[in-house]
Structure formats: C-alpha cells, structure tokens
C-alpha cells in the first residue's frame, strides 16, 4: 500500500509540474511520469517471468457438485429470477 501511496505523491507533483511549471519543471514532470511507466514495466515483467509459469498449474482438484445450485437466468436488463 506504501506504494500506492508514493504513486499518487508522484503523480500529483507531475501534474502540479507540468501545469503550472517552467519549461524545466514541466521536464521533471515527464521524467516523473517515465520513470513510474520504467518501474512499472519492470514489475510487471517480474511477475510475468516469476509468477505466470505457474499460473496454469494452480488448478483446483475440487470437484463441484452443480446439482447443490439453482439454475439462475438472467434477463436483458441485468436482472434475475426464478
């Protein structure tokens, strides 16, 4: 959550820079907002080499008695009945 926090930090300071700054804030708002993108890309590539592999291993070997569940229909609305 931590992060989180330091994200919108970062995001609020880019803005303030590149709407109310001179030319060289409004460079370190971009250069904020590119690094934040840098970081990202990086976490997300991490996760996709550490955690994705695994993904389709992490299947159930529960089974699911589907006669334990009423047949639910939805209508065009988005509401259900019985």
């Not at 590149?18 to 060289?24: I, P, Q, R, T």
């Amino acid at each position: 959550m931590i992060d989180v926090v330091r994200d919108i930090e970062s995001l609020e300071t880019a803005l303030i820079y590149l709407k109310e700054g001179a030319s060289d804030e409004k460079r370190s708002g971009f250069t904020i907002l590119e690094k934040m993108l840098k970081d990202k890309k990086e976490e997300l590539k991490l996760f996709e080499d550490t955690m994705a592999p695994m993904l389709p291993e992490m299947k159930s070997d529960v089974e699911i008695d589907q006669s334990k569940f009423e047949q639910v229909e939805f209508g065009k609305d988005g509401t259900y009945g019985n």
